[in-house]
């Protein structure tokens, strides 16, 4: 009953007039929003657009990525986010395997456009278009089952995989938004996640429907997120670690006025307690808010308020509580439930739970068993039914808040004619949380350059691993002749603090 | 996907030792509640009640009211809470209407009983029955389109009829509550409506989930409500406007201190002004939160925050916003859309609305067209999409915070073998909001007492008109023989402040 389209239409209603976006020295009120929103439509509509037809979209954050986002899914058509730090391999793979139509970019022209029927390029021939349309009205006959986006995420199997999320899903989310954040219309909530993640967009239904004030930095630079911090008032963001990181650092050296900023989110990676206390020393205004979620969870799972005054406590080492309306479990594998304290892994059930993988019916099996979505994530509960993660099943790296998948990486090593043997995992970052780590056996002499420079034409920058180790000893293998990658990465652990917080 | 089980399941889960309800001298806290809870549901399936049965409630408030009501949805039955102030009739009605087999209540044995298969007597009979059982589990294969409850409201042809309401409509409506009231752990809200109204229970919900504390005052009497904000440390509440006019009062001629109220809803019922200024001065550290709905809305249809910075403002006389996820049109009889300012039937349309009146597909046909509540109110929007009533299409009075279908009360008076024409309306009443009253004219001597006496074993007293005016004149009609009772209502209304908040 509830889409993509009813906050947009609920702000025009009722909030005409109030400011909807900053961006650059753009400023959009609701009225200006929704008519461009409704001419985008019109223009996609005049295209010939179907029901259910895929939008794709590669742009840097701007307020043309927000329209398009707050369009597309209403308009009944599916968005297909696409990582801008994915090498074009990669986005090409996602443009045919979501068979998308139509295309907005802020690139150059590429081999990608071929593969689509139109190409729209921000921002001119966007603004050309949305110009010349008529408008056309968002939601009609929307039904809260229908696929609002396809959001492509790192497979195990080294391809990636689209997460069908739906309207009912990505409402979820935003009525968890609104528990967590309690926005009101007074707020200003910075965008500092890119738009093609949900950490991004993940706040953005939820401060169009309280009619609040999005603003998006020129850049990801500390310097110019604190600067707007201080010029827009800005009362809320979600910052990924790195990022967290950085601002908290820059304020401390030059600190501005952020008395405006009352709450400061965070999450998608491993973070350090020591960056967080420091965060709160720079940030003294703020609550910090520790959030969990997956892609698949569109993406809120659970949340722990007020951060800042548990980091003396046991509690500031998990990730939360379930959000309203979401259910975690921590099974074995045998499907028995753990008791508080017992590790098994994490599965989440909830009406924010992905309908499953686009056209990968085995996956989305594996994934998804009686509503339960399989994390991957090995965690436990406390008494309190705050989660903890402790590890993870799946082979996935977590490095500034990007998914990496090591079997994609250790494919792309073995491809190589020079490679016999190759390990990919994760080892701590304190800028990163995690950073890749390779251990390579060659066939024949190699230098780590030479497979780096291998891996830069094959993926995206941030799955190439920042260090790899060459070395004659064969790997260590288990009976099964597997390899044993938790012996090749406990040593860079051992001493760590182990907390992951994603 | 959400059912009435999930918050406090929620709750148990995560807060298990925090307070859950304060009633008298008792304080229960999740663990304890949810126990409960678990114990009554088992005794209830130990009667043999089978998933959709009914389970009637007639009883004062306290916190083994809310224990059924959070137990008997959540464990797959429907709940039926009956209006304490109704006659006996209207009860006997209302169980034989929705074959409830089972009754729970606080008052002594009646005629009423032999209608039902069990009836569990408050406290004693019910504190037996639950220590004696074996808990079931709440919310097990529940659906979200499952009806919850059957909430009986005056009928416009004299009848009573059952709004159905379904766990969709209800938790639609928990998230409203968490929206504007933006509770949290650290709130305790006090239940001053009568939880057999929707006013009551409006924010049971969601006060659950947040791991909120519910208090509940030992009596309505402002002193006794007063004393409880100050000592329980209350911080939000909603009031019926005369419950909300009663406890200005009493803070303005005996202060207590009432600091940690900071929202102080209203609604349910035409408010003055004046009154409002009022409860600005008593409750200066309180938002004054302005709601509108009725009982087949579940109940929040419009909100209008920070009603006490619009006091001197155009905007105070109306009853806000449609609230997130509902919509709100004003059309006219023709089914075209007003524009702002034009005066229309006010409709409704969203996750709350009720599915429609337990067996009666005539008027649920009549009140529900293309999934738009007909709410039977003439109102307008104005520019921001706020709402303002300005009467009712349907007769019908709100007095103290009741609907009274006036149809119902000169049905009853027609009945009286004195009576030859009979017209009933409310007027202008500092204390009610509106009060009822009747103008006769007889067919042979009669005196306002009897007519009094004869209502009073027939209606509750509420529906009894406070005036009666017997009068030799025949009544105005119009050309169809249809009494004019706008022009008898007319003079009362005039000189007044006609703001109708409700």
Redesign the interface.
């Known amino acids: 009953?509830?889409t993509l389209a009813?906050?947009l239409e609920?702000a025009r209603?009722?909030?005409?007039h109030s400011e909807a976006i900053v961006c650059g020295s753009d400023r959009l009120d609701y009225q200006t929003l929704w008519s461009r929103c409704g001419r985008l439509a019109g223009y996609l509509a005049g295209l010939g657009l179907q029901r259910g037809d895929r939008v794709a979209i590669v742009a840097a954050n701007c307020h043309r990525y927000l329209e398009a986002y707050l369009t597309v899914s209403a308009a009944g058509y599916i968005i297909v986010p696409l990582n801008t730090r994915s090498a074009l391999a990669e986005l090409e793979y996602a443009v045919v395997d979501s068979q998308a139509r139509v295309l907005l970019t802020d690139r150059e022209p590429s081999s990608l456009d071929a593969l689509l029927e139109h190409v729209i390029r921000l921002p001119d021939g966007y603004e050309q278009a949305i110009a010349e349309a008529e408008p056309a009205r968002l939601g009609v006959d929307l039904h809260e089952d229908d696929l609002a986006g396809i959001f492509y995420t790192g497979g195990t199997t080294g391809k990636a995989k689209g997460v069908m999320l739906t309207h009912?899903n990505l409402m979820?989310n935003t009525?968890t938004a609104?528990?967590w954040g309690?926005p009101?219309h007074d707020d200003r909530f910075l965008i500092m996640a890119p738009l093609f993640h949900l950490a991004g967009t993940c706040s953005v239904l939820a401060t169009v429907?309280?009619t609040g004030t999005q603003v998006i930095p020129s850049s990801s630079h500390p310097s110019d997120v604190l600067d707007i911090i201080e010029r827009e008032a800005v009362t809320s963001t979600l910052a990924v670690p790195t990022s967290l990181a950085a601002m908290t650092d820059e304020q401390l050296e030059r600190p501005r006025d952020v008395s405006s900023l009352r709450l400061l989110s965070h999450g998608a990676s491993p973070v350090a307690t020591e960056i967080l206390r420091r965060a709160v020393k720079a940030f003294p205004d703020a609550e910090l808010l520790h959030l969990y979620g997956t892609t698949e969870t569109s993406p809120i799972a659970t949340s722990l308020p007020h951060e800042e005054l548990l980091l003396d406590t046991p509690a500031a080492r998990s990730c939360g509580?379930?959000a309203?309306?979401v259910q975690v479990r921590v099974l074995d594998f045998d499907g028995v439930v753990m008791a508080p304290g017992e590790v098994g892994e994490v599965l989440i059930r909830?009406?924010n739970v992905t309908k499953g993988y686009w056209n990968k019916p085995d996956e989305t099996a594996a994934a998804l068993r009686d509503g339960w979505y399989h994390t991957g994530d090995l965690g436990y509960l406390d008494?309190?039914?705050?989660l903890y993660l402790v590890d993870r099943l799946k082979d996935m790296v977590v490095t500034g808040g990007e998914n990496v998948y090591t079997v994609e990486v250790e494919n792309v090593l073995y491809s190589h004619p020079k490679v016999a043997e190759a390990a990919v995992f994760g080892v701590p970052d304190v800028k990163w949380g995690e950073s890749l780590y390779a251990v390579v056996v060659p066939r024949d002499e190699v230098s780590p350059e030479e497979l780096i420079e291998f891996c830069r034409d094959r993926i995206a920058g941030f799955k190439i691993p920042k260090q790899i180790e060459v070395t004659s000893e064969p790997l260590p293998k288990s009976g099964a002749g597997k390899i044993l990658k938790r012996q090749l990465r406990e040593p860079f652990w051992s001493e760590h603090d182990t907390r992951i917080g994603n």
Chains 1, 2 share one sequence.
């Open positions: 009953m509830q009813d906050p609920h209603l009722t909030a005409a009912r979820a009525w609104l528990s309690r009101t429907w309280v509580y379930p309203l309306g909830g009406a008494d309190e039914s705050r």
